[in-house]
């Protein structure tokens, strides 16, 4: 039974490979890229910017306006997005500098 199971998740990851092949050669991207995204969020007694996905901050600040002004200039040089956050955690506002 063991030799079905790994017949089986050789042809699935060599069919995967192939489809992978042709989704490049057709200019598709075949992974996905981390976003550039900025979060404002609360941090400590302050507030901090943090790129999505990562677990540590790029800035931290006492006033979250200029939280929100240093995340627009990240967003606006990698063309992705300011996420707002209200104190509590959830999200207050999202901004775009995307084309």
């Known amino acids: 039974m063991a030799k079905k199971t790994t017949k089986k998740q050789n042809l699935t990851k060599a069919i995967q490979q192939l489809i ?14 981390r976003t550039w995204h900025q979060h404002v969020v609360p941090y400590q007694d302050g507030w901090a910017v943090r790129r999505e996905g990562n677990k540590r901050i790029s800035s931290k600040h006492r006033k979250q306006s200029t939280a929100i002004n240093k995340a627009k200039v990240l967003a606006k040089r990698y063309d992705a997005d300011v996420i707002i956050h209200r104190a509590s955690g959830g999200i207050r506002d999202r901004i775009s500098y995307r084309d």
């Open 20 to 33: 992978d092949a042709i989704l490049k050669a057709l200019g598709y991207k075949t992974t996905k890229q």
